[in-house]
């Protein structure tokens, strides 16, 4: 796929028969649906798919410092920005037609941007809102007011605290930091595990089942990410590009979270993957992820290619917008993000196969005929007979009644 910011035409294939993850047959059919293809995603994972593009927060120590990797050594007085307003991040997430935001709580440096009960280095030994500041709650009562769903990044490593390094001590800290951030602020859908440390850093064993299993009890719906998952997988790079062929699946014993090595099999996935991990490109707008006043925000053009090589690959699309040193996101970024929202409005918004006639090489019966690739319903889908694939391989024809349309992108989804 491709095009530039004229892009205006669109032909779009409401869903395409693979497997039958969920039935929505005609009223008195006898004809069942295919059996489904194992995996399948569960429901809280074929919501956050249909997201398609989410938001990334990276602010904190690190916006301060004019570095993308603090040290853990910084004095929190550093920590002031004169005018943070998380409703204007919300504003910007809204633009880009993002539907959940995703804050870094905790980088590696250690700082909370939470009053964390367990540590001093947080926000409320700096000068913002007179030490009785709290970032996290800022940010998660603005996403609820403005209807963008929150989620949370705590950075397993961390190079202040003094734990570190000790299984037992720091696994209980940062537990204890989880058991916070998933009790206080309400509803949260998404909680990132980063598995980034550098290369000289402190050996530690992580607890990651543990971790798992006290998000689930404090939170049973929210999706986990980190390398492999267990409901989201990084997708292996940090440029927002998937692998040409990219499998939702993965065989997650393959995968230790944190290993160098793993990049292209996270990029790809596994046709033979015995579990549904589907991956996330994370991507800045701006060329670091946090702030920095000599940077400027990539070109439209570049945002629309980063759209067609995640979103039009089988993932969801994280874009990060970092805020700056006043705690605002920067006018520039601010309009580019305006100008990637409505440019993708625009490219999907005329649906060129409406009213368009379906002919395929076989039906399965009622229910799942070829016109069901039109009813814009994303609950049916056109099936073919087994038969038909093995005969002459499966194809789908749309006609229109009157009038060609030229266009540039065709999207297709699969069920």
């Not at 809280?44 to 570095?67: C, K, P, S, Y």
């Not at 009622?366 to 093995?390: I, M």
Request: charged share 20%; proline share 5%; net charge negative.
């Amino acid at each position: 796929m491709g095009g530039g910011p004229s892009m205006s035409l669109l032909c779009y294939y409401c869903l395409v028969f693979v497997a039958g993850v969920v039935a929505a047959a005609g009223a008195g059919t006898s004809v069942p649906p295919p059996l489904p293809v194992l995996p399948i995603p569960t429901a809280a994972q074929l919501a956050w798919q249909r997201r398609e593009v989410i938001m990334f927060f990276h602010f904190g120590m690190n916006t301060f410092t004019d570095v993308e990797r603090g040290t853990g050594a910084e004095n929190p007085a550093l920590f002031a920005p004169a005018a943070l307003n998380a409703t204007q991040w919300m504003d910007a997430a809204a633009a880009a037609g993002a539907s959940l935001a995703i804050l870094v709580a905790k980088h590696h440096d250690g700082f909370c941007l939470w009053p964390s009960a367990y540590t001093a280095h947080s926000v409320r030994a700096s000068p913002w809102r007179a030490g009785n500041g709290d970032v996290v709650g800022e940010f998660t009562a603005a996403a609820r007011a403005r209807g963008v769903d929150a989620g949370l990044y705590l950075s397993p490593w961390d190079l202040h605290d003094r734990r570190y390094g000790q299984e037992v001590a720091y696994n209980e800290y940062y537990m204890a930091q989880l058991h916070e951030l998933l009790t206080r602020y309400g509803r949260v859908w998404e909680i990132w595990f980063d598995g980034n440390k550098g290369t000289n850093a402190t050996k530690m064993t992580y607890h990651f089942q543990e971790w798992f299993d006290t998000v689930r009890q404090l939170q049973g719906s929210i999706n986990i990410f980190s390398d492999a998952g267990p409901d989201i997988r990084w997708v292996g790079d940090e440029k927002g590009f998937a692998g040409t062929t990219c499998w939702s699946a993965v065989n997650q014993s393959s995968i230790t979270i944190g290993s160098a090595g793993i990049e292209k099999y996270l990029n790809e996935g596994d046709p033979r993957g015995t579990e549904w991990v589907p991956p996330e490109c994370d991507v800045s707008i701006r060329p670091g992820w946090f702030w920095h006043r000599n940077e400027t925000a990539k070109p439209l053009s570049q945002l629309l290619n980063i759209y067609y090589n995640s979103v039009g690959r089988n993932c969801v699309l994280l874009l990060n917008a970092p805020p700056n040193a006043t705690g605002l996101i920067d006018g520039a970024d601010m309009a580019r993000l305006r100008e990637f929202g409505a440019a993708v409005k625009r490219i999907f918004g005329t649906d060129l196969a409406e009213g368009s006639r379906a002919r395929a090489s076989s039906e399965r019966g009622g229910g799942f005929e070829a016109g069901k690739v039109l009813d814009g319903r994303e609950e049916t889908y056109w099936a073919p007979t087994a038969e038909d694939g093995r005969r002459n391989g499966y194809w789908i024809e749309l006609r229109r009644p009157a009038g060609a349309r030229a266009f540039n992108v065709v999207r297709i989804q699969e069920h």
